[in-house]
């Protein structure tokens, strides 16, 4: 734990490894792989782009890893607040402020303030990570077990696989997982304002924030295993070694019948990336918890201490842009695209930097 926040370090660590990506790691690993003919960089590459619809990419785990990290910092913040004194009524209604702040960020990130509602989008990442990380905190305010929040999980999943291959879509005819015509997005079309992502769907829609809440809560399930300290370190480590194992397991027997697919946040997705992102818990916990390997984390910790913000700001302010400007100045020298990534990643850390040493947070 860091003694200055009362923070996982890991946790920090690993958000900002997430966030890092969007940051201008993905763009300058596309660059370089764009201006070289190596079959490894190609390979890398793909791994940057979404899939388009049933499948899976190191792309697609950037959003859920992110959600599964703000459930682990869950039980962690409820207990520290629990410590001060807040009671359940009260955890709760900050679970509602908080929830619907983030809806609010993700409106403002779509372009709320140009105040064009009629082309507006409504659902954003934002959102869904708000609503889903509220549900699972309320979830995890109303029980009080372990087994009962698993039985959430669960329930959540299952459910949501009969639903989406069971209930026939009115106008589309029998349960299908097409574009476009399956459950998830004919409730989009029907109940969703604003404007939808493409066209017909978007994926960060109503419907599929359900599974979204699993997600969440195979985070908070996660925070506390790590907050047991009944337990050795090597016996939480293997516990996430553990538990990442059977997540993969499941996921991958679940999509022979149920793919995997973001679009849709399907089950097997669910379990798929919550198998993952223990995996990297588990890497980062046992090296810079555990081990102590603590310099190293340094940079991606300022990035994950303040992840939001930059996410935000970044859809404000053209980093790359400036980066050019300050390194080529007003001279023809013509940059590498990888560089000017590069430098607007630069850019973004140094600005997060300062607010990390003014001890300045948003906190949501």
């Known amino acids: 734990m860091s003694q200055t926040t009362g923070r996982l370090r890991s946790l920090d660590a690993l958000r900002g490894f997430d966030m890092l990506w969007i940051a201008g790691g993905g763009a300058m690993l596309q660059a370089w792989a764009d201006s070289n003919d190596w079959a490894w960089l190609d390979a890398a590459r793909a791994q940057t782009e979404h899939v388009e619809w049933n499948g899976f990419t190191f792309w697609d785990l950037i959003f859920p890893l992110f959600l599964f990290l703000a459930g682990v910092s869950l039980p962690l913040s409820l207990a520290r607040r629990r410590a001060e004194g807040a009671s359940d009524a009260e955890l709760a209604r900050h679970s509602l402020r908080r929830g619907l702040t983030l809806v609010l960020l993700g409106l403002i990130y779509s372009g709320l303030l140009k105040f064009d509602f009629a082309t507006l989008r409504c659902a954003s990442v934002l959102g869904r990570i708000g609503l889903a990380w509220m549900l699972a905190a309320w979830i995890v305010l109303a029980t009080r077990t372990t087994r009962a929040r698993i039985g959430w999980v669960v329930g959540i999943l299952v459910g949501y696989w009969a639903a989406l291959t069971l209930i026939p879509v009115p106008g589309f005819g029998a349960a299908n997982l097409e574009p476009g015509t399956n459950l998830v997005d004919w409730f989009d079309q029907r109940f969703l304002p604003g404007r939808l992502y493409r066209d017909v769907r978007d994926p960060e829609g109503l419907l599929a924030t359900i599974p979204a809440v699993a997600t969440a809560l195979c985070g908070a399930l996660a925070g506390e295993w790590l907050q047991r300290r009944d337990l050795e370190p090597a016996r939480r480590v293997s516990g ?24 849709l946040w399907t089950s097997s997705f669910v379990l798929w990336c919550a198998g993952w992102s ?29 992840a939001i913000t930059i996410y935000v700001l970044q859809s404000f302010v053209d980093f790359d842009a400036l980066a050019k400007l300050l390194l080529a100045g007003r001279g023809a020298l013509k940059l590498h695209p990888a560089l000017v990534a590069g430098g607007g990643l630069a850019l973004k850390w140094t600005v997060l930097y300062v607010l990390w040493r003014a001890r300045i947070f948003l906190r949501v």
């Open 278 to 306: 223990l995996s990297l818990l588990c890497v980062f916990h046992l090296v810079i918890d555990v081990w102590k390997f603590e310099r190293g984390a340094f940079f991606l910790e300022v990035i994950g201490a303040n």
């Open 240 to 263: 996430l070694a553990a538990g990442a194992l059977g997540c993969l397991a499941l996921g991958a027997l679940w999509a022979l019948v149920f793919p995997l697919n973001k679009n």
